[in-house]
């Protein structure tokens, strides 16, 4: 196993286990009457999240409970603007990273020459877009990207776009668990938005790949 599924593993193990403790020492009413207290006092709140995000990539944490916890503090009117720059912000970091690192080995160097592929086909903007709206963890999407030499621009718009699906469904269920219920749409519609999002992968690669089946040079 290489660097960065080590990374993926012991980062989300890693949450689990603190999620785990602070739920066996800590009781459901103290912890939301915490944060909800946080939520009342906006630049502490503010701190938190930006520290949060700022920080996730180097644990390799999920972004999800980061969207769900913005949710949960803001309410999906403010949580998903507030969520959707977080992770664009979040994804920006291991972008940049990999685009200065260079050429790398093992899973790194897969990561590039796979996304190389992909852009040569779709495009840079269509194809983080299609990456991002499948269901492939941020990271690798991200290190994928930087490594294949996108450009900022179309990394950035790839991005935003694609996260929209998955950080509205993310910030809802934050959203919902303020009032200590997961039934109804959030939950309801998970299966639609992942539905959803890959036909929106499939039809933004469509176009592309057909051309470059059908191109006289492909065969």
């Known amino acids: ?6 990374r993926q593993l012991v980062g989300t193990a890693g949450l689990v ?23 009342d006092h906006p630049v502490y709140l503010a701190g938190v999240i930006v520290g949060l995000y700022l920080v996730r990539p180097f644990f390799a944490w999920p972004t999800m409970p980061l969207s769900a916890f913005v949710g949960f503090v803001l309410g999906v009117k403010y949580g998903f603007p507030v969520a959707l720059m977080g992770a664009l912000v979040t994804c920006l970091i291991p972008y940049r990273f990999a685009l200065r690192a260079g050429e790398q080995g093992g899973m790194f160097g897969w990561l590039g020459d796979s996304g190389r592929q992909i852009i040569e086909v779709t495009g840079e903007t269509r194809g983080v ?32 776009l694609g996260e929209i699906p998955w950080v509205a469904v993310e910030v809802a269920a934050g959203a919902s668990l303020r009032s200590l219920t997961l039934t109804g749409l959030t939950i309801d519609a998970l299966p639609h938005v992942l539905l ?12 592309p790949a057909y051309r470059h089946v059908t191109a006289p040079n492909s065969s």
């Not at 941020?138 to 950035?156: I, K, L, N």
């Not at 959803?196 to 176009?207: I, T």
């Open 129 to 160: 877009l299609a990456a991002r709206l499948s269901p492939v963890p941020a990271d690798p999407v991200s290190y994928g990207a930087g490594f294949a030499r996108v450009s900022p621009r179309s990394f950035a718009v790839g991005t935003f």
């Open 1 to 6: 196993m290489d660097r960065l599924a080590k």
């Open 196 to 207: 959803l999002s890959a036909a929106l992968a499939v039809l933004v690669l469509a176009g």
């Open 17 to 39: 286990v603190v999620v785990a403790v602070a739920t066996t020492l800590l009781t459901p009413e103290w912890v939301v009457a915490q944060t909800m207290h946080l939520a």
